[in-house]
């Protein structure tokens, strides 16, 4: 197949990346046949996987909008950012202070690529090329000491990616370097996928990932929870996507039930 001029040089076209995948479920325009054929594979197993990236977009909004309103956050370091699309976090942030700055890091290609075309212009974000399993490396880069103060507080997202490291990555060790980077009155997102009260065709679907080069890796809420470490977790606490301070006060029962990961806040005491 041709590839589009979004798309950088040297990218493999005939397998699907995580990246666009959530792209497509999240109504992005930045992905492939191959990587739409993905998605409804996975769809036709179950719906859930959709629906629990599609909140996992909005808690991260309602996250940094939290973060930048009410707890006078200015620096955001975005850790597997992905494809950008609509409510961004330095559009989300900047649209309460202009002022905010955002780095964004992602192990994709696609993603970067396009993230720097999106963000040309504006001085206060930053696009890096990374592994979250290599956190001396993120936090060496002079895009991310030269737009972070390591002084102040950051807020470090890890929304969605550290399902992507495979225990033998260590991703609970690359966090635990994140958190001690970062001074007290710093803050922490993740949000995870979880099997946990999850119907079995969640696991079918976990498998599809295989097909990628990142394979997901489905962990219990005591696992997601360790990540945090002796941070003190905001209110709610480490919850289903959709009950972590949802906008409206609708019945959201039947879909905090359908989603299948956790997600959470905590501070740097
Ligand atoms: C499910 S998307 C989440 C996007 C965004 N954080 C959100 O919550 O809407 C996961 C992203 O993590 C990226 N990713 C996966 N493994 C990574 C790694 N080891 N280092 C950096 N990024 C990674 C993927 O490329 C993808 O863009």
Redesign the pocket.
Known sequence: MTRPSWAPEGIDLDRP???RV?DYF?GGMHNFEIDRALAREIEAFTPNVAHT?RA??E??RRIVRYLVEDANVTQFL??????P?AGNVHEVAQARNPEVNVVY????PV?VAHSRALLEGNSHTAVVH????DPDGVLADPLVTGLLDFDRPVAI?????L???PDA?DPAGAVARLQEAVVPGSYLAI?HATADGQPEEVLAAQRLSGRTA?EIVLRSKEEIGGYFHNWTLLEPGLVQLQAWRPDHGEDLSRAVADSGAFGGLARKR
């Open positions: 990346s995580a990246s959530y999240v990236m996992d977009r808690l991260l975005d850790l597997g950012s992905g494809i699309t890091v992602d192990i994709d993603a990374a592994d979250v399993a997202l890890l929304m969605g990616v399902q992507f490291l990555a949000s990142t």
